[in-house]
């Protein structure tokens, strides 16, 4: 299980490095706005590179994926994200609002402590910068990109506007965004019911100790001021504070923060596990595209496996290479972690209201 490790711990319980600006135009092509803002910024960091024939576009999967925009050559590097680029643990304890919070539970914790720490550190940007969308917004039409200055404070904002905050942003399915009823309708008795079920309380734990961790933050960022419930007792203080009850939001933003590192997050070859921009939105195929490594300085480079047509897409393999099947990620539990079925022609749901073999395995007659 993914997230095992944390349950028992939680129960005892840098800007970038940037020289200019950086600017989306060179991305403009066919590339989506918000996506070429995301190309823009990760060039921007001091050692990045981001090949200017690939674009990101929609995907005949779903949601979108990068493409060859002109023919590329086999070894040919496609891009290379620095580790500044990448959103780490290290992020998540040297913030300025909660990143004190975040070690102590890592020292309680341990290891099994980094997922939710990662999660509750994404979950808390992502409020602010809704926060601020809504006050800048307020004086301008459309989207704004999240390459502007509103959002310096922002670290990884171009990133965080990508991400499946809810379900079906991108096509994005996922157990962890089911209501509790269509989990036991659609999920009970399948092969993938148990573990569903354990990774949705595990979830919801973490959830309840961020609220105290970095909820905080979040309402300083909203203007609102934490106090002691038994001082709301106070006629005068109704309207003016808000309780230590749960923030508004933080709950589903670090459902969809989980959501994002179940689906997204890679394991390093010195054991960190990390997001990586990028690469992360490759779309899964069972023949990989691209391979990908740590360079000298921490960052990741990805290179083209095979020459690339123009116009194709590139792929990622979302489980381990090999050749002993015990070792291969069983199609049901690729929806458990990450939300589809490879090669499936009909949505989950309809699978599993059909009882389909892949979820529900016939018996053996005897």
Excluded at 53 to 66: H, K, M, Q, T, Y
Excluded at 310 to 332: H, W
Aim: hydrophobic content about 40%; some cysteine.
């Amino acid at each position: 299980m993914f997230l095992n490790p944390i349950v028992a711990a939680l129960l005892a319980v840098s800007s970038p490095s940037v020289g200019d600006k950086p600017s989306a135009a060179k991305y403009s092509g066919g590339t989506a706005a918000r996506y070429g803002d995301l190309l823009a910024w990760v060039d921007s960091f001091s050692g990045a590179f981001v090949n200017p024939n690939v674009e990101i576009n929609p995907s005949r999967l779903g949601g979108f994926g990068a493409f060859a925009a002109a023919d590329i050559a086999k070894d040919e590097l496609l891009f290379s994200v620095p580790r500044d680029a990448c959103v780490t643990v290290s992020d998540a304890t040297s913030d300025e609002d909660c990143g004190e919070a975040l070690m102590n539970l890592l020292k309680k914790a341990g290891p099994g402590g980094t997922t939710v720490a990662l999660a509750g550190y994404l979950a808390k940007e992502y409020l602010k910068m809704r926060e601020l969308e809504t006050k800048v917004g307020a004086n301008n039409d459309g989207e704004i990109s999240a390459l502007s200055e509103s959002f310096d404070e922002i670290k990884f904002a171009p990133y965080i506007r990508t991400l499946p905050w809810e379900r079906g942003i991108n096509e994005q399915e996922h157990v962890l965004f089911w209501e509790e009823a269509d989990i036991d309708n659609y999920l009970k008795g399948s092969l993938c019911y148990s573990e569903s079920v354990a990774l949705r309380d595990e979830v919801k734990l973490g959830v309840k100790v961020l609220q105290g961790l970095v909820g905080p933050a979040v309402r300083d960022a909203r203007g609102e001021r934490t106090v002691n419930p038994l001082w709301t007792l106070l006629p005068w203080e109704r309207d003016t504070a808000t309780t230590a009850s749960d923030v508004e939001g933080l709950e589903e933003a670090v459902v969809g923060a989980f959501v994002t590192i179940l689906t997204r997050s890679f394991t390093t070859d010195v054991f960190e596990e990390r997001l990586v921009p990028l690469l992360d939105m490759l779309q899964h195929s069972d023949t990989s595209s691209v391979t990908h490594s740590s360079n000298d300085a921490g960052g990741v480079e990805v290179r083209a496996a095979f020459d690339l047509k123009a116009g194709e897409e590139i792929y990622n393999r979302y489980q381990k290479e090999t050749d002993d099947d015990e070792e291969k990620m069983p199609r049901y539990r690729f929806f458990t972690r990450f939300g589809f079925v490879p090669g499936a022609s009909t949505s989950v749901r309809q699978m599993l209201a059909d009882r389909n073999v892949l979820f529900y395995p016939k018996r053996e007659e005897v």
